[in-house]
């Protein structure tokens, strides 16, 4: 592959390859309007994420099949499948994966064993825990990595299997990427044994490394008591005399205990304080004489919810809360689940909270479906929490899907949120009295309203920093006002306004340091890709695809507000815009003058790709939305980046146009050859 080199032209950084081989817009646009509705519905087939370059979907050739995961029944033909990273012998080398050297090989299960590769660094992985009781959620984080090119740790490529032996191969969220991760560990190892949990890293320069760390999962040990709604709180608590109320299930509980309720029963209950004694698990049972596959009913008729406040290793899972105001507080709480819970509201009306962490630690909520209330869904505040898997619908009002208030280290992933139009998915609001907000990773997700890293007023200054979003699918787009992000390998649907870069409430000399690289971008209208205000600097542009079927004279994809041309604040590299119902575009708009590509190359040496892409399908609900098909215009033509993997974690850069040089695609997926 030949390397793009870095040239200057005038005041601005360009990014070039010798020779020039096609190229691909930059975009941004200027007027500081405000973001737009936009549709959206389910992420399918895309649902756990970017996924780990093992699983590279097969058909990254722009057609047919996305499904992923290793096939046993093709493993081992000699050729490489759906799912598969190799077969047999591979062609790829330890060198080209960025190692130093050493022998690659292809394992039984068709992915690649790096074991004995060269290490350009070590990535020091640092758990939250190493051993615990199932089921249980453990933290891992990478930030403190030596030895990165530029200490980038944000767009720096880590790519993780929380399974690499597949030991329980069809767990869900099994593969992530981001320098900070979460996972639920459903069920326990084999005695004596631990879940390898693999990480694979490439720095911005391409250099790699792997590392392992094993994570030990028990059963639970302790006393059990069963409840269910014919029960007698006179019994003995055993699934053949089980006991009527979690009340008395709660009087007679001690450190390790498990409660389980029957399910298809409900409960009414008018109080359930948690206390800080721990751990406890509440969950459920299925009676084999009374088979039943919906979760038991806590219903809270008097407005009382689950109080979890000052509670330590909680575990709630597999049951449906219904509530007047919202469902769970976990306020100073450390190290508790909440999973696979449904919570409802049983009014109309305002409900508040319905899971609050705030000032916790440690708090994890999976797979939960929160429906039909009014406020916000979560509101966290602390360090080192996670969301992962979780639905969220049927908003009648509020402000926020998720909102995380101040902390350190948050992961939120591979979740679905449609709610009220005036509302946000989720949003960063940073630290409290001003302090910083840092180490966020929002990955995978399914986001039909906007999504916002800022201060939530001119009273404190509340700094956000160190953000990765990557592999996402957003209707209304991200509202910016932060320091050191990464956005790549993102779909942007419809939003009238996708990327604001805004520097209203924080020191001219904080926002800044944004790479936009390697995102795809449809709108059937009149709309903008990115937006930068005055004031903000070192935004970097590069590799992104754009299609939009405006009528209007021109596009205003790539613009700013204000005076923000200068050295050093942007670095310019290849984009593509396809316009199809306009003559001539004119894409870039800067102190109010709309540019042609033509006339954009003059006067800041970045190239401009005006072709179709040729998407398979614009249907934001389809697996296949932005997949460019083989003969797509921004196939080869982009430039050099910091990811090393595509949405669905096929690797960067192959040759997908098959003229015998590898270069990174433009838009979310890298076509394979």
């Known amino acids: 592959m030949k390397r793009r080199s870095h040239d200057r032209v005038g005041h601005f950084e360009v990014l070039r390859r010798e020779p020039w081989k096609g190229g691909s817009i930059l975009l941004i646009c200027g007027l500081a309007i405000g973001v737009a509705i936009g549709a959206c519905t389910k992420r399918n087939g895309l649902g756990a994420g970017p996924a780990f370059d093992d699983a590279t979907a097969v058909d990254r050739k722009g057609n047919g099949s996305t499904e992923r995961g290793s096939n046993p029944e093709l493993c081992g033909d000699g050729r490489v499948d759906n799912g598969e990273a190799c077969d047999g012998d591979t062609s790829i080398d330890c060198e080209s994966l960025g190692f130093g050297g050493g022998s690659l090989s292809c394992t039984s299960t068709c992915s690649f064993d790096t074991s004995k590769c060269e290490r350009s660094f070590a990535i020091n992985i640092e758990p939250s825990r190493r051993s615990c009781v199932a089921p249980c959620a453990v933290f891992f984080d990478v930030s403190n990595t030596q030895n990165l090119t530029k200490d980038d740790f944000v767009r720096a490529d880590f790519q993780w299997d929380f399974d690499s032996t597949g030991m329980e191969p069809s767990q869900p969220h099994r593969r992530t990427t981001g320098f900070f991760v979460a996972h639920v560990f459903r069920n326990p190892s084999p005695p004596g044994s631990g879940y390898e949990v693999r990480v694979r890293g490439r720095d911005v320069s391409g250099q790699a490394s792997e590392a392992t760390v094993s994570i030990e999962v028990t059963e639970p040990t302790g006393p059990v008591f069963y409840v269910a709604e014919a029960g007698s709180d006179g019994g003995k608590g055993t699934i053949n005399s089980p006991l009527a109320t979690v009340r008395e299930a709660m009087s007679r509980r001690k450190p390790g205990a498990r409660i389980l309720l029957r399910r298809g029963d409900r409960f009414k209950v008018r109080e359930l304080r948690i206390g800080a004694e721990g751990p406890l698990i509440i969950g459920s049972y299925e009676d084999p004489g009374q ?70 630690r440690e708090v994890v909520t999976a797979d939960c479906h929160l429906h039909s209330f009014d406020g916000y869904g979560i509101f966290s505040s602390g360090d080192r929490q996670a969301i992962i898997g979780t639905r969220m619908n049927n908003f ?27 509302m946000t998915s989720f949003t960063f609001h940073g630290g409290e009295n001003g302090t910083p907000m840092r180490k966020i990773v929002a990955v995978g997700n399914y986001s039909a309203q906007p999504v916002s890293f800022n201060p939530q007023n001119l009273d404190q200054a509340e700094r956000v920093s160190e953000v990765l979003v990557e592999g996402n699918r957003f209707a209304r787009g991200l509202n910016i006002e932060a320091q050191d992000l990464s956005i790549r390998n993102n779909l942007f649907f419809d939003g009238f306004l996708s990327i604001e870069v805004r520097n209203q409430l924080l020191p001219k000399s904080f926002v800044g340091n944004i790479s936009i690289e390697n995102n795809s971008f449809y709108s059937d209208k009149d709309a903008t890709f990115i937006s930068v205000e005055e004031g903000a600097h070192h935004i970097s542009v590069r590799n992104n695809a754009y299609y939009t079927e405006t009528t209007l004279g021109y596009a205003m994809i790539f613009g700013t507000q204000g005076k923000v041309l200068q050295p050093k604040n942007f670095e310019f590299g290849t984009n593509l815009v396809y316009v199809p119902n306009v003559g001539q575009v004119r894409p870039y708009f800067f102190d109010g003058q709309a540019f042609t590509s033509k006339e954009w190359l003059a006067k800041t040496g970045a190239r401009t790709v005006e ?19 083989a003969s797509g215009a921004g196939a080869d033509a982009g430039d050099p980046a910091a990811g090393f993997g595509d949405l669905e974690r096929g690797l960067r850069p192959t040759d997908g146009n098959n003229d015998g040089e590898a270069a990174w695609d433009l838009g979310a997926y890298e076509l394979a050859p």
């Open 396 to 422: 009648r009002g509020g402000q926020h899907g998720f909102r995380m208030n101040s902390g350190d280290s948050f992961y939120i992933a591979e979740n679905h949120i449609v709610g009220d139009e005036n």
């Open 291 to 360: 088979r039943s596959s919906k979760l038991p009913i806590l219903d809270f008729p008097s407005g009382e919810l689950v109080m979890a406040n000052d509670s330590v290793d909680f575990t709630l899972m597999d049951v449906h809360i219904v509530a007047i105001q919202g469902g769970i507080s976990a306020v100073r709480s450390r190290r508790n689940l909440f999973f696979n819970v449904e919570i409802e509201s049983s009014i109309d009306g305002e409900t508040g909270v319905v899971v609050g962490t705030e000032h916790a």
């Open 611 to 629: 072709g179709d892409p040729k998407y398979q399908t614009t249907d934001m609900a389809h697996a296949n939305a932005l997949r460019p098909g």
